[in-house]
């Protein structure tokens, strides 16, 4: 079974600064699909940005990039330029890359608190 | 433009008693999934259904049950409450393709007393 490992139950940041958020992983698939999800109190679930384990270049999407080391099953978030709307919890979360059906769960991490100070 | 609806956003329920969360989508996607949010536990599955008819037990099945009677609607029963279900409930719904997000529900607050 896939597990998803983030450490740090909290994260603080100042405003303009910029923060990375870990995030391991065990899986012995090659082919699986990684995410950061953002919680922020409306407790709505919202899409970070994803990155394809057979993709070797780093997702990146505006202010957010990810550094992905495949062999060391390590998926960081890297927030440039925060800001205080990024504070929420933040989740990294698996999904197997071996088709449909049951294989379209995800499997989360236990989420980052993160706090944006001004 | 709705995506996936899920009511109700709050209830408290006393020990004992049933409800249902609805959970409903408009993406005709054929996975559908029911996940519990506990403090330090992140996102844990409860059941998912793959398409109308088929269901199948997550991580945490124990005291809930679902249906998949159409496409759209995954509801989910929790058939005698117990203090130990006060979680925020999230349903998720995707088109079971690999490259594709999960798009979610607003969540349930449920509080058991």
């Known amino acids: 079974a896939q597990t998803v490992t983030q450490s740090q139950p909290e994260m603080s940041v100042q405003e303009a600064e910029t923060v990375t958020l870990s995030c391991t992983y065990d899986?012995?698939?090659?082919?699986?699909?990684l995410f950061w999800y953002k919680q922020p109190p409306s407790r709505q679930m919202i899409l970070v940005i994803r990155?394809?384990?057979?993709?070797?270049q780093n997702a990146t999407e505006n202010r957010f990039s990810v550094n992905f080391q495949k062999a060391a099953k390590s998926f960081s978030l890297k927030i440039s330029d925060s800001q205080l709307g990024d504070a929420a919890m933040y989740f990294c979360?698996?999904?197997?890359?071996?088709?449909?059906?049951?294989?379209?769960?995800?499997?989360f991490g236990k989420g980052i608190t993160l706090s944006v100070r001004p | 433009n709705a995506g996936v609806t899920q009511t109700p956003k709050f209830q408290v329920l006393k020990t004992g008693q049933s409800m249902t969360l609805q959970c409903a989508q408009d993406?005709?996607?054929?996975?559908m999934s029911w996940y519990r949010q506990d403090p330090g536990m992140g996102l844990r599955l409860i059941h998912y259904?793959?398409?109308?008819?088929?269901?199948d037990q997550g991580e945490v099945p124990n005291g809930y049950n679902v249906s998949r009677s159409t496409t759209e609607d995954f509801p989910l029963r929790l058939l005698s409450a117990a203090p130990s279900q006060t979680s925020v409930y999230f349903c998720?719904?995707?088109?079971?393709?690999?490259?594709?997000?999960?798009?979610f529900g607003q969540g349930t607050r449920l509080t058991v007393v």
């Open positions: 998720a719904s995707s088109s079971g393709q690999a490259n594709t997000e999960a798009f």
């Open positions: 899986t012995s698939e090659s082919d699986y699909y």
């Open positions: 990155q394809e384990a057979y993709k070797q």
């Open positions: 979360a698996y999904r197997s890359g071996l088709g449909t059906g049951a294989n379209s769960k995800l499997t």
């Open positions: 993406m005709n996607h054929e996975y």
């Open positions: 259904s793959v398409g109308a008819g088929i269901t």
